[in-house]
């Protein structure tokens, strides 16, 4: 490709608000704009590079024994009913109308329909396993997407669905992927931490996400430094070692509290530790339930955990006015005798304490002694509880806390979609059973934006070889015809070898300029040819991020390029 | 690929609604599942065969100097709205909402996201001309889907635009994509017509379609023997001879005509030519209009010229009950006096002939001596007739019918969309100025239907080499354990030497119904390996379509395959 004829090129400046380096480089360098927030162009060198992932997810997956199929983007609203997934996924799901009336969702994820596919054959126990797997626009309607590719509306994702005869099956698979997937990040330049994570909305028990640790990412998790546990912050477990658990009961007592409204105000003005007072919070779902979770005072309150035991879809802080609406107060809430509107959910840390102290629903009075199960009894009892770093988890191993971007995950989905559409095989026996799932996603636009956020500096994009959109940058400086007629024969060379080049033919281009475009383009070798390369002995052949380079006889070029 | 872990196989027998032959043997092979009436599963031997077609587009268009890039799905409604055309389509227009109340369109063709894009960068003439292609997904939300892919509401496209200077530019590229077109098409075994064809809803001033002539296809069009003429039966000219137009026009005369309704009752009572009556057709637009439609007795109306002169969408016929309460009266219909509410469109045959008859719009009254632009004034003319076989052409020579498959097409759209969405370029001189554009379509799925339609027999698809889902056909047959071992050796070795194989390795399957398979699979050749075989000397090696096989020594069997 000639640099002269390419379809968007660099710009010099960006505008502030490009604020994840790789969505401000994919800008600048070229290879991606912006449509409307969270749905993207892809220019050409977009484009390469986005077939070059395509290309070695297909390859891995492939060899993996995973075959490719596709289905509609548009998937009959009616397969969703069956899973009750319009209502559970409603806030993320578009749909759509056609002129016969028919709806449709705009496909955010296929199980629904991929068990409908397998359906349409009359499959028995000797047609499994098998591993279906498609490339496939998605689309989800985030209430924000981030800048670039990172967090999209829309997007490009590998999705895979396994099918087995139950769970024992279905383990080797999943075990199966987990090294498919490693080798599929590695050859994209990827070390990827796999991390148990929250099932979502996807219907099944556990699943991983494999993480690349970046400050740009959202994902957080827990880990010991050995490796034997990770976990995601929405699941991750951790030890709630026993305060006071062996005092006796003491009365429940009502004591004036003329205090500030913090966790804290409760500390000073009683004197007390503050993993013994109960801290409270009110939400409210979406469906307009008040919510009261509630949890030791040291530890805080992680929504999504909460969100699966309520089986909620989204929470929010409830106001203080619907808090007095309640009969409550703010800054003073209790369980103890607040309104039957509200689900108390508490958090099993509760049952590490005797004798807790917090409000009592009323303004500037404070309840002492106030045990679980005696005065009072939450709807719900579980783990809601944030993991934080320097925590120990059950094995008494100290936790230690990371960030990372998600490229991809694997579920366990076992008979759920089975069941819920009614979906059966033949067994041995000639009777109709159920079959067992699993479904495995990789993020193709995240992932591409995740290699640029691990391999840059402060010049630009350094791409790794497997996907970098060509391998060399061919450079002619100066105003020099010879010089340009020289590098159009190297150019033509290269590609006759199979090297993929891009060649800046620009004459009117200072060097200065053409240095700084292939610096933020980031290919992987950068090939000057100039009077003085040539005075030298030849042509100079620099590594992106390498500072130093070398004289290479022009005859010895194709040579440094293995193929 | 075995044949036993294959997913999604061959079945006997199919329902008789599948009456396109693409359908039935695509089905019926395991290419294809209905996911509703015009949405597909593509099964993984339709992946691969819907993959390689798009590699050979894809290496044709980049070796034309196209870039490919990709725009998202759902385009933002507002780019449509400066074009008009959320109108103009309205009826095929998918559009959706997203949570934060923006509006898009489902994506049916991308000329305003291109030009959006183009929009982004500051171009100048020294960037001109380029031509940016992307392979999407598009819907059009079809009256009717054909079964199978011959028409779908969701499908594949490689559409590209092409942003040129002026129009002496752009029709260079207009025809090298002619000759880039023939020559995807020929690699895919497609012969092509290029045909001249109605521009539709891209707005521009002319267009080609490419067309396989089939007996499955919906394109009708008029063709000179020598080849210099071919045009779409919605565009295609005729030349309208000239019948009584020197006689001198005779006074209006209303007499009692006590006939039927048909144009041939007509010509019985009153003992004239067919050509000398008045034909008259009253339409309904979707705005509500009425339109009649009048013509030379012995031609029709050709809907789509209609629809072009009035700009109206969708088209059908008025009711008896709509004609009567406009006055006038089914079957004696007549531009005379004719309610104004009532659009009167006259084809320029009328202009061919003096002295017309036809109805009153009152029962069994007929008017004879009606001339046009006397005794009524049409408010439209022009030719909306149909050409049809045994017509001449403008230049004398015969035109013949021919019906086919559309799988391209090619559009001049010039400075419409520049225009329309205010996208301009800077000239040498530093002004302003608008762009001019060409597009060029083709239907991937389409493609591959019209493919079958062409290469099939009764025992089911003859793939050409260049887009066979596998090159080879392996079968092994009978029981015997050593048979298998060897077959397993000559399909690792086959994999090896880069030939693509489908190995049927089924052992409990007898011969007759894996060599049906086989056929109805259709793969470019048939391997098998037998007692029988081994026992005359090797294999068996049938080329599908052939009668023959011939035996030849195991050894010699990849040198067979030329890669």
């Given amino acids: 490709m000639k640099y002269s004829k390419l379809f968007g090129r660099t710009v010099k400046t960006v505008s502030k608000d490009l604020k994840l380096i790789s969505n401000k480089y994919l800008y600048q360098a070229g290879f991606i704009r912006e449509s409307v927030a969270g749905r993207y162009y892809y220019l050409p060198l977009g484009m390469i590079v986005r077939d070059k992932v395509v290309k070695i997810i297909e390859e891995e997956m492939d060899k993996s024994g995973a075959q490719k199929i596709l289905a509609p983007v548009l998937h009959p609203l009616e397969l969703w009913e069956k899973t009750n997934r319009t209502e559970s996924v409603s ?333 059966l095989l033949t067994d041995k026996d000639g009777k109709e059973k159920m079959y067992y799932m699993g479904c495995y996603g990789i993020g193709i636009d995240r992932t591409i934006a995740t290699v640029v956020e691990k391999y840059y500096d402060d010049n630009g994009i350094i791409w790794p070889e497997a996907i970098a959109p060509f391998k060399a940058h061919l450079i002619a400086l100066g105003k020099d015809e010879k010089i340009y007629k020289q590098a159009e024969e190297i150019y033509e060379k290269l590609i006759k070898s199979g090297v993929e080049v891009l060649y800046d033919d620009r004459v009117n281009v200072m060097a200065g300029e053409k240095f700084a475009d292939a610096d933020l383009i980031g290919l992987p070798a950068r090939i000057v040819i100039s009077e003085k390369s040539l005075k030298a002995g030849g042509l100079e052949l620099k590594k992106r991020g390498d500072k130093k380079n070398e004289i290479i006889k022009v005859s010895d070029l194709v040579k440094c390029f293995k193929l």
Same sequence: chains 1, 2.
Avoid at 127 to 133: A, E, G, Q, T, V
Avoid at 267 to 278: A, R
Avoid at 293 to 317: M, S
């Fill in 91 to 423: 806030f993320e799901l578009m749909k759509v109308k056609d002129r016969n009336g028919s709806e449709f969702a705009l496909g955010g994820t296929a199980e629904e329909m991929m068990v409908d596919l397998v359906q349409k054959f009359n499959i028995s126990y000797n047609d499994l396993p098998f591993h279906i797997y498609q490339f496939s626009t998605k689309f989800r309607d985030e209430l924000r997407a981030r800048g670039g590719l990172l967090r999209l509306r829309e997007f490009l994702m590998k999705d895979g669905y396994s099918f087995h005869a139950d769970e024992k099956d279905f383990k080797k698979e999943y075990e199966k992927m987990q090294k498919v997937y490693r080798n599929i990040f590695k050859r994209l330049g990827l070390e990827t931490l796999m991390v148990e994570s929250d099932n979502g909305y996807i219907g099944g028990e556990y699943c991983h996400e494999f993480i690349v640790e970046s400050e740009a990412g959202e994902s957080r998790f827990l880990y010991t430094k050995d490796g034997s546990y990770a976990a995601h912050e929405d699941i991750a477990k951790f030890l709630k070692e026993k305060k006071n658990v062996d005092e006796k009961e003491n009365k429940l007592t009502e004591v004036k509290a003329p205090r500030g409204n913090t966790m804290e105000d409760g500390v000073k003005f009683h004197k007390l530790p503050l993993w013994q007072q109960i801290k409270d919070v009110m939400f409210v779902d979406e469906k307009g339930r008040f919510i009261l979770a509630i949890i030791r005072g040291d530890l805080n309150v992680n929504e999504t955990k909460l969100k699966n035991i309520i089986k909620a879809v989204e929470l929010r802080h409830a106001t203080d006015e619907e808090i007095r609406e309640l009969g409550s107060e703010p800054g003073f809430i209790s369980p103890v005798g607040i309104s039957k509107k509200v689900l108390v959910v508490a958090d099993d840390s509760l049952k590490t304490i005797k004798n807790a102290y917090g409000g009592s629903n009323k303004k500037n009075i404070d309840l002492l002694n106030v045990n679980i199960n005696r005065d009072y009894k939450p709807n719900l009892e579980g783990d809601i509880a944030l993991a934080e770093e320097g925590f120990k988890n059950e094995q008494g191993q100290k936790l230690l806390a990371g960030k990372g971007i998600e490229v991809g995950n694997i579920f366990q989905l076992g008979y759920h979609y089975s069941e819920k559409m009614k979906a």
